[in-house]
């Protein structure tokens, strides 16, 4: 069970939180310029990788907040939290 | 048979307090301190359950959690029984009622022992190889498998037990009250540091409690004696919390860990009551110092499983600590020094001691020293080759081994005993580690895996860490610890230790017998039966992963988690494979450490607390209309108002009727809604919905389409414009959370720029609903001075107004085709206005009907329900509503994949109407369609989504959806059921007033 920084309110328990998948994918500002292969690279395709990832996460329970996670998902370790819009501290 | 094998001697038992209990429906005595084992030892019971497959007799072989075979039920009422606990971590109480599990008819006679002569037929996998096939024989095996296999019985009733779940939080957690774990706790606390010590016994001091050896000195005390005076210290140490009765369960990333306390098990039976049971700790520690010592391992050696074969450390906490001889003549059977404690402590104790067999050369360790000054007799460089005596030993016999220690040489000696004490050596307790997700390292002087990396602000101290004797115990873990917690403490660096040190190690997973392996039976895992045959055996047929082998075998996957053997079933793995140990890897342990109860588990969330209960504000009323309730989500909704013992069917034919030919009133409190307000609220919702928005006038309403990114329909419902910058949207009921998150996320992640603010205030309004061709009549008895006309108030828009001065919100707008109004209150007021509202219109017999009602009025019409006649993988195309989705906005969700190559196939299934050839046939929801009923395989085309007896159109009438269902328009089709084929006709989804008259009569 994860002990998560939310950007807005501080260290909360992991239940507190839902997880929204993949960071930093973009809408497309105009999508019906795009191919379907393209399209649906944005709509289906996500990395979920071993290793360091950035995600999405809400403190749904809480100040209801979306932000950003740097997080290893081979051994859980979260390297750091930051705010919609910023880019990630760590690579 | 029964004697009494109690000495005086010990100071943790109260001599003068005599406990009765039952086992197996025998009355028997044993005292305050002594667990179900230690009192069943001392009336001479061994024999406590029959094994698994063989159903041979077992005997209790431990002291502590990893114990395999003194697995019991407890209770004899079969309601609230419970099976597989461990009779050496019970403590006894005035009135337990324990009996022997897996074995039918009785412990003493059982049918099943017929197993243990035909093992030669039951090889590794039997089950899996023998009840494999024909797979029709199935339902024999497993009657007879479990009449067979005694795994315990299950209560038949809710648990009446109170359980309890709690928070705690510190700086530092220590797990184990041993003597490191003491020395950890200690000085953690005096630094200041928020410090909570638990340990899974009654009281602290691990084994070194009754150590009372000279070879064990500590600043020339008796160990034992040295580590009281510093337990007594303990209560006045500030900042230390200590949980006794507390078994860490589980230790999860982020130090989170759970702990379950024991609160009233002790306790007598008529204590017990009102009490809670137990309580699961949610800890979250800032630094954990892991203090859970080790196991003692057994030998593996030929029917080294008969009652009285006990472990050799056993038998010393059941004389020293307990008072009671396990035997009263006793072998011991060791490869390293810790036999010859017992042997001394059994001797001082009076019990006579043959002799130990020992495999190794020889050695001149302190402690065997004074075990040959005692004139203890040892046959050096031995092993035992057999035992004998079926329902407890009664001898054994004692080879000398050759120089390799693959086979024995020379006489065999046979000695007569009771009891044999059996040594491996010892298994650091890593579960908690491994559990963290810690990594190992193996140590190979003495076969140990051992705490090695770990991501956590963790360590391991003590014999855990693989310190086994009391000076390393002593200095390393203070050493450690001061490291640990960034202190300089030398209190207990300075100790002066006497501490003998074993100086010869050896160590035979497999000890060879005079008889071929084939003919021996060296048991490996007891609770599960499997032995090192087995194991070499899944060699031989190609298994070769660890997790392979013990899932074959099912070693190691019993109640104990094979706690006590794994490490022989890796060495034997390891040894006929030809790899070494260290590279092998170990098996997984698995969270929970010792079995938890359901109960600590589920804690406080039972009964009404299992899930929150969310009612209407007019709730009340339903009940006292006695209207019978659906779950949705979390609600509890009016689902029909049954009058006079009416069937659902007949209640919901005679609501449908009244709300079509007069008037009918509906509590849609439940519905959703988001209050939605910002400079570019209309903007928001032109990108949310598939249709346009911009235009909608203020005081109008309007129905909305929400999809998914992928284009399918997730949410539908109406949103009004309150004025400028301000909506009202209404979602479904069970959407109404998922929409509003999903909102937000749009808001905050991929649109930021615009200045929207949502609120949920599905909790502030409650809604009636009165709908039928009275409900104009009704509503301007309630409200007089509102403008009813088409022309003031036409469908679709939304006018402010009061009741008796309670301020409403009045949409026209109809979810069942007919005219009809939503009042929307504040919560408060609910119950009030829908009681005004009834009673303006008991003159139109006004009929409250309820969701089932509500789901066959707008099914008659077509209207959709999403989640019902949607699944997520329907577009609005799909469902035939092509209208709604606007042509001129450039984006909204879902937009682009409207026009995927997949979703605009022609052949997708569609939503469309089906009537049955009988009227009076109705479809069930779900039921298959399929376009011919001859040629095999048939395939299926899609199913029916929703169905009902209409009484307005005096026929039955469905919604489906069907692969190319839009062109299959008065197509004949059939629903295929168990016991007949039912033929249907593809129509139009809207059944009743296709003009939309009705809206507005
Ligand atoms: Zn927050």
């Not at chain 2, 706790?185 to 602290?204: E, Q, Y």
């Not at chain 2, 024991?262 to 306790?267: F, K, M, V, Y």
């Not at chain 2, 299992?610 to 989500?633: C, L, M, Q, S, Y």
Request: with cysteine; proline share 3%.
């Amino acid at each position: 069970m994860f002990l998560i920084n939310c950007p807005y309110c501080g260290e909360r328990d992991q239940s507190e939180f839902s997880a929204g998948g993949e960071a930093h994918i973009v809408r497309p500002k105009q999508p019906t310029e795009l191919s379907d292969d393209q399209w649906a690279e944005f709509l289906f395709m996500r990395k979920n990788i071993k290793g360091v990832q950035l995600e999405r996460w809400n403190h749904s329970h809480g100040c209801r907040k979306w932000f950003n996670m740097v997080r290893d998902t081979s051994n859980d370790k979260i390297h750091a939290v930051y705010k919609m819009g910023e880019k990630p501290p760590i690579k | 048979m029964t004697k009494n094998l109690r000495i005086a001697k010990s100071k943790f038992i109260d001599q003068t307090s005599r406990i009765s209990f039952k086992f197996d429906g025998k009355t028997l005595y044993g005292l305050k301190g002594d667990t179900l084992a230690s009192a069943l030892l001392a009336n001479n019971i061994h024999l406590v359950g029959r094994s698994f497959k063989y159903h041979r007799p077992r005997g209790i072989m431990t002291c502590g959690s990893e114990e395999p075979n003194a697995i019991v039920q407890i209770g004899n009422d079969p309601s609230i029984t419970e099976p597989n606990t461990r009779a050496t971590e019970i403590e006894l109480y005035e009135g337990l009622e324990a009996s022997s599990q897996n074995c039918w008819p009785s412990v003493n006679f059982d049918i099943g022992a017929i197993n243990n002569f035909f093992s030669p037929l039951i090889p590794a996998a039997f089950y899996y190889k023998t009840f494999m096939w024909p797979a029709r024989f199935w339902k024999i095996y497993e009657y007879f498998i479990r009449q067979s296999a005694g795994l315990g019985k299950s209560p038949t009733k809710p648990d009446k037990d109170i359980y309890d779940h709690r928070y705690l939080h510190c700086d530092v957690l220590v797990v184990g009250g041993g003597i490191s774990g003491i020395i950890a706790a200690k000085t953690s606390a005096k630094n200041n540091l928020n410090t909570v010590l638990i340990d899974d016994k009654n009281n602290l001091g691990g084994t070194t409690l009754f150590q009372h050896n000279e070879c064990f000195k500590i600043n020339n005390s008796y160990s034992n004696e040295w580590l009281k005076k510093e337990i007594e210290t303990l209560n006045s140490v500030e900042n230390l919390t200590i949980k006794t009765r507390t078994t860490l369960a589980a230790y999860h990333s982020y130090n989170y860990l759970l702990a379950k306390e024991n609160l009233t098990d002790h306790l007598d039976l008529n204590e017990k009551k009102g009490k809670i049971r137990q309580r699961l700790w949610k800890i979250r520690a800032k630094k954990v110092v892991i203090a859970t010592g080790s196991m003692e391992r057994p030998l593996i050696f030929n029917n080294n499983d008969r009652p009285g074969i006990i472990l050799s450390s056993s038998i010393k906490k059941y004389i020293d600590y307990y008072g009671v001889k396990c035997g009263e003549k006793v072998s011991l059977f060791t490869n390293n020094d810790t036999v010859y404690e017992t042997a001394i402590s059994l001797t001082n104790s009076g019990v006579s001691v043959n002799s130990i067999i020992d495999i190794r050369d020889k050695t001149n360790s302190l402690i065997v020293k004074q075990a040959e000054k005692l004139g203890i007799k040892i046959h050096w460089k031995s092993t035992v080759v057999n035992t004998k005596g079926y329902k407890r030993i009664n001898s054994i016999e004692i080879m000398k081994l050759s120089d390799d220690g693959t086979s024995v040489i020379e006489k065999k000696i046979k000695e007569e005993c009771d009891c044999l004490g059996i040594s491996g050596g010892w298994t650091p307790r890593v579960h908690l580690f491994t559990q963290s997700g810690g990594k190992l390292k193996f140590r190979d002087e003495d076969n140990v895996f051992l705490p090695d990396k770990t991501e956590l602000d963790q360590i391991s101290i003590g014999s855990c860490n693989g310190d086994f004797e009391l000076y390393d115990v002593i200095k390393n873990s203070s050493k450690l610890v001061n490291k640990f917690l960034n202190i300089n403490n030398n209190d207990y660096e300075k100790l002066e230790i006497i501490s003998s040190k074993e100086m010869d190690k050896k160590n035979i997973w497999l000890l060879p017998s005079d008889k071929s392996l084939g003919r021996t039976k060296p048991f490996l895992d007891f609770q599960n039966d499997s032995t090192a045959k087995d194991v070499k055996l899944a060699l031989r047929e190609g298994f070769k992963s660890i997790e392979h082998v013990k899932r074959y075998t099912t070693t190691g996957m019993g109640t104990d988690q094979g706690k006590l053997s794994n490490m022989h079933a890796l060495g034997i793995i390891a040894e006929t494979a030809g790899v070494k140990m260290g590279e092998l890897g170990t098996t997984t342990f698995r969270p929970p450490y010792t079995p938890l109860t359901f109960g600590a588990i589920v804690g406080r969330n039972v009964g009404e607390f299992f899930d929150i209960t969310r009612k209407t504000p007019i709730h009340d009323w339903h009940v006292k209309n006695k209207a019978e309730f659906e779950n949705v989500g979390q609600w509890k909704r009016a689902w029909y108002y049954p009058k006079n013992n009416e069937t659902m069917y007949d209640s919901v034919q005679r609501e449908s009727k009244a709300a079509r030919n007069s008037a009918g009133i509906l509590d849609a409190s439940t519905l959703g809604k988001i209050d939605i307000q910002g400079t570019d609220a209309s903007e928001f919702l032109n990108r949310v919905y598939t249709n346009a928005w911009s235009k909608l006038e203020i005081g109008k309403c309007r129905y909305g389409l929400m999809l998914n990114e992928d284009g399918m329909v997730y949410d539908d419902g109406v949103t009004t414009r309150l004025s400028e910058n301000h909506y009202i949207m209404t979602t479904t009921t069970g959407g109404a959370a998922n929409v509003l998150s999903k909102l937000e996320d749009y808001l905050q992640t991929e649109w930021p720029e615009l200045d929207v603010y949502l609120t949920s205030v599905t909790d502030q309004y409650a809604t009636v609903s009165i709908c039928g061709p009275n409900s104009k009549k009704i509503l301007s008895k309630l409200i007089p001075d509102l403008n009813l006309s088409d022309k003031e108030f036409p469908h679709m828009s939304f006018k402010n107004a009061s009741i008796n001065n309670i301020k409403c919100k009045v949409m026209r707008i109809s979810f069942t085709g007919e005219h009809s109004y939503e009042i929307n209150v504040q919560s408060s007021y609910g119950k009030s206005v829908w009681e005004k509202c009834f009673e303006a219109g008991k003159e139109f017999k006004i009929t409250p009907y309820g969701t089932e009602t509500m789901h066959l009025l707008r099914a008659e019409k077509g209207f959709i329900i999403a989640g019902q006649d949607t699944d997520g993988t329907m577009t609005p195309v799909d469902l035939q509503m092509d209208w709604i989705i606007s042509k001129k906005k450039y984006d909204f969700i879902g937009k682009r994949s409207l026009y995927r190559s997949d979703t605009i196939r022609e052949d997708r299934k569609q939503l469309v109407g089906l009537l049955t050839d009988d009227p009076n046939e109705i479809l069930e929801e779900g039921a298959q369609i399929v376009a011919e009923t001859s040629k095999k395989p048939i395939e299926m085309l899609g199913h029916v989504t929703s169905s009902y007896f209409s009484p307005n159109l005096n026929k039955s009438i469905a919604l489906a959806v069907i692969k190319n269902g839009k062109n299959l328009k008065g197509q004949k089709m059939y629903v295929p059921m168990k016991n007949k084929t039912i033929n249907v006709t593809i129509t139009d989804t809207v059944f009743l007033d296709k003009e939309n008259k009705r809206l507005n009569a």
